[in-house]
């Protein structure tokens, strides 16, 4: 069958400012506050998080003129023509697997939240397996419907968001705000630090650049897209200190559930609205699984080509599930989430650059 | 032994039958009691058969017509064709010919006075000319056949349609005729690119089918998709343009109608000048309109008619609707089993007391409940329509009330049931309320089993699905993902007229502006 236009195998700039948002969006925005007010002790945490935001947002501005420098080819096709081809491979089955655990881990906090917050009883494997079959479900089908499924979620997510915010309006107070510029320039590093682990995820596009239509505003769409997240955090760091106070953010587990607990919906409508919220949330950490998962598939199928999507599917899946499974407690967990944000940066922050800096060099460009 | 004799009997007329079809000669003889004689040993001379054999004006030569009864309009046979064959060339004071197809061919140029008329040479047009109500016209001495258009047969009048009724808006609706449904589509659209591509389709019933689009408008790639996928069907009967939208289809697994169908010529009017491709079928008032959204499945005709404040509040509320008809139960399940902290203390109170004398868990009580309700909805279809009413109050107030009174289900779950069905028939399009209703039973038990966290997953998967569906090479999801903001005038909400300029940008028209831009010298 002959496709209709936009019907098939790409997608637009929306889409990928929509993926890139909801990419970085995830489990982050609820601990973000905790850990930012750890470092700094006070409301100068926006700083540390604009710092680290911007700088985050430098190199993903830097990602984006790589992949745009290669329209419609992804990492291990212009790793090829940079580098040479048995590195590209390295490096996409390196990606592929750091995609591949940061899945596990998303999978494995989903679990731990809704255990925390919508059952009491379930069993966490349970809670986990059920979210992995919707996510198998999503990747079994072509990438484009993934990306696209970020616009229908898009405004979701940020109405849940804006709705917490606006409920808790009337507990703001400035007086627990202040003073400000308390911190030290080594607390607001430090600070910086810890956001940076929050935004990281956009890294996704160096695949999805093969069903990007529009190259020429790949840098502009993803800046606008990683803003988005910055915002945020902005936006829920200073409503969870102004609300709470710095002592309040630092001790709590998930600060920006706490805010959530807050929320009384006029007319006792219904309450616990944490509940909604994190109902809601789920909907985000899905994104981010399934674009996870399927950039894991587009990775390791660029560079097996002749095995079929759905055979790395039926393979992977086990082996997901029990990575996702190994980690004992929350403790463990955590430890585990950090190693893959570190990951994280050598993968979408120096790998990037250093790409950039030697196809510069070399003059190498796509062909398209 | 006897099943042995059986066989044999059948293989037996199995072999008689072939052989009849085999020594069928398909050749159109020059005698005309040959024909006649063969016309009749193939139709194995049936009742409603009639042949007329008469000599052309004072001359000698023989001719016959040879039609249906039943499917022809007598009147104009008699008047137009028999009285015009037998006396029109002495009126006209001209010669017959000698030869037979001189003959013919006068009678279609000079004699007959309709409008009609078509010359052929092979026997199984004859034959499909007959059996749709034309009259074939032979004449001895040549083995051309005159065809003369004479359908006219009994057919309901236009009727307000049943299943598409408006406060405002056109009364007209589609009858069984296809001549009909062209004449009101064509009295919609006046448009000389108006395309109407009409063609035969199953192999033994042989409907008409008319493809009907506006060129200039729609996408030629949709057109000669929807081309593409018509000429595949080999069947042996089309019953009703659902076998049509069945064989068509993108995804028979969805439970979302991905082709729609109306009864409205002025839904299939505004249909195709958005660019969409509408398929006509003789026998049935159903015409389907392909390519198809979800969004689609949302907009009544009657939201144009109204003030676009009216149109837009109807439109919202039905998406309210929608949800409610797929996510209500499952949330009074997810709420009253897992999470009743959710739920307001009083109301809490007034659930727990209410549910106190029910045995069964929350999801029992409510498939009973649904189940009961879908059972009842069943039996008021099939039921004629005086004792229809009885099933009403039986199942609402005797089934509701008194399972109430019985400790069965709670007065709740009564209502949610209750909000539930008239929810899910304020949907406009049939099709897509049976959807939401099959759905209802998934959303249901994902959240007996995981309470809200299953509804979100269901949620998702339903999202997933929508997103992949595809119709006639449009996305299921569009304007929403593909996005197209310019598109949303007319699917959130149904901006006033005057702000719609444009037509869909998903159907990628070729023709895009649907209001000029106005001349300001007139």
């Known amino acids: 069958m002959k496709s209709f236009e936009y019907g098939d195998s790409e997608v637009g700039r929306k889409e990928v400012l929509a993926g890139v948002a909801n990419m970085v969006i995830g489990f982050g925005v609820l601990t973000l506050p905790r850990t930012v007010a750890n470092a700094t002790h006070s409301i100068d945490g926006w700083i540390s998080i604009s710092l680290g935001g911007l700088s985050v ?14 329209p419609k080819k992804n990492l291990h096709e212009f790793t090829s023509l940079i580098i040479n081809k048995p590195i590209a491979t390295i490096l996409t089955f390196l990606f592929a697997s750091y995609m591949m655990l940061f899945i596990c881990y998303e999978m494995r906090v989903v679990a731990e939240i809704s255990k925390l917050y919508l059952f009491d009883q379930t069993p966490t494997e349970v809670i986990c397996f059920v979210f992995f079959l919707v996510t198998i479900y999503a990747v079994s089908g072509p990438s484009t419907v993934i990306l696209r499924l970020n616009l229908l979620f898009m405004p979701i997510i940020l109405f849940i968001i804006f709705l917490l915010i606006v409920m808790n309006i009337g507990f703001f107070e400035f007086k627990t705000t202040k003073p400000f510029f308390q911190t030290g320039w080594s607390g607001i590093l430090r600070g910086s630090k810890e956001t940076i682990f929050s935004f990281l995820g956009f890294e996704t596009l160096l695949f999805y650049n093969s069903f990007i239509n529009a190259p020429k505003n790949t840098v ?32 709590t587990l998930y600060p920006t559930a706490e805010l959530a607990k807050r929320v009384e919906i006029p007319g006792g409508f219904f309450e616990r609205f944490e509940s909604v919220f994190f109902t809601i949330w789920v909907v985000t950490l899905f994104s981010t699984a399934s674009m996870a998962f399927d950039v894991t598939l587009l990775a390791f199928t660029s560079i097996f080509k002749k095995i079929k999507r ?59 | ?40 040993r193939i139709l194995n001379a049936p009742s409603d058969f009639i042949q007329r054999i008469f000599t052309i004006s004072d001359s000698e030569k023989k001719c016959a017509i040879v039609c249906i009864d039943g499917l022809v309009d007598k009147d104009m046979i008699n008047d137009q064709l028999i009285k015009n064959i037998q006396l029109g060339m002495q009126t006209a004071k001209k010669e017959v010919p000698a030869s037979s197809d001189e003959i013919l061919k006068k009678l279609k140029n000079e004699v007959l006075s309709t409008y009609e008329l078509k010359i052929v040479d092979i026997l199984d047009d004859v034959l499909l000319a007959i059996l749709s109500g034309d009259t074939a016209l032979f004449i001895n001495g040549t083995d051309k056949v005159l065809l003369v258009g004479s359908k006219g047969w009994d057919s309901r009048g236009i009727d307000e349609p049943q299943t598409e009724s408006l406060v405002r808006g056109p009364r007209e609706g589609f009858t069984e005729n296809i001549r009909t449904n062209t004449m009101l589509v064509r009295r919609q659209v006046k448009d000389p690119n108006l395309r109407l591509e009409s063609s035969k389709v199953g ?30 069907i080999d069947i042996d009967e089309v019953a009703e343009s659902g076998t049509i939208e069945q064989w068509i289809e993108d995804s028979s697994l969805s439970p979302f109608p991905q082709v729609l169908h109306t009864e409205r010529p002025d839904k299939v009017a505004s249909a195709i000048l958005q660019g969409k491709v509408a398929i006509l079928l003789d026998g049935t008032p159903f015409v389907l309109i392909a390519p198809t959204t979800f969004v689609s499945l949302f907009q009544s005709q009657e939201d144009y008619y109204e003030r676009w404040i009216i149109g837009s509040l109807l439109r919202m509320l039905r998406y309210v609707a929608a949800f409610f008809a797929v996510f209500l139960p499952a949330l009074y399940i997810a709420l009253v089993s897992f999470h009743q902290g959710m739920i307001p203390s ?20 409510a498939l009973m409940m649904e189940a009961t309700l879908e059972l009842l909805r069943e039996a008021g279809i099939r039921l004629p329509k005086p004792i229809g009413q009885t099933i009403g109050i039986v199942g609402g107030l005797v089934i509701g009330e008194a399972a109430v009174q019985a400790g069965i289900v709670s007065p709740v779950m009564i209502v949610a049931v209750a909000v539930t069905a008239i929810s899910s028939f304020a949907i406009p399009s049939y099709g897509a309320g049976i959807a939401f209703r099959i759905l209802r039973f998934g959303t249901m038990l994902a959240a007996g089993i995981f309470g ?38 007319d699917v959130a909400i149904r901006a006033p007229i005057t702000a719609i300029s444009k037509r869909p940008q998903y159907m990628q028209t070729v023709d895009k502006t649907k209001i000029g831009k106005g001349d300001e010298s007139s």
């Not at chain 1, 988005?228 to 630092?250: D, K, M, N, Q, S």
């Not at chain 2, 699905?465 to 569009?478: A, D, N, Q, V, W």
């Open chain 2, 203 to 232: 192999r033994r019933s042989k409907r008409d089918l008319v493809v009907c689009y506006v060129e200039g408008i729609v996408h030629p790639d949709i057109v000669a998709e929807v081309n593409r996928r018509l000429k595949t």
């Open chain 1, 310 to 368: 759905m055979t790395f599917i039926f393979f992977l899946s086990p082996l997901i599930y029990i990575i996702a499974m190994s980690p004992q407690n929350f403790a463990e967990t955590s430890i585990f989430g950090e190693w893959i944000s570190y990951l994280g940066i050598g993968f979408s922050m120096f790998m990037p650059l250093l790409l950039l800096v030697i196809a510069m060099m070399r003059g190498v460009k796509g062909n398209g």
């Open chain 1, 220 to 251: 502009k769409f993803t800046i606008m897209g990683m803003s988005i997240p910055l915002l945020l955090y902005l936006l829920v760091f200073v409503f969870v200190v102004g609300v709470f106070g710095v002592e309040v953010a630092e001790n």
């Open chain 2, 1 to 40: 032994m006897l099943r042995h004799v059986f066989n044999k009997r059948l293989k037996y007329q199995k072999q008689n039958v072939e052989d009849k079809q085999n020594d069928m000669p398909s050749t159109i003889y020059t005698d005309i009691q040959a024909n006649l004689d063969n016309i009749k």
């Open chain 2, 452 to 489: 809200l966290y299953g509804i979100i997953l269901t949620y998702i998967m339903i999202n997933i699905h929508i997103t992949r569906l595809k119709s006639f090479g449009i996305p299921y999801s569009t304007p929403f993902a593909p996005m197209f903001y310019r598109d949303w005038k």
């Open chain 1, 57 to 70: 947002i430098f190199f993903a501005g830097v990602l984006a003129k790589l992949i745009s420098r290669f």
């Open chain 2, 346 to 365: 009083k109301l809490a109170f007034s659930i727990a007391g209410a549910r106190e004398g029910v045995p069964f868990p929350a999801i029992i009580e």
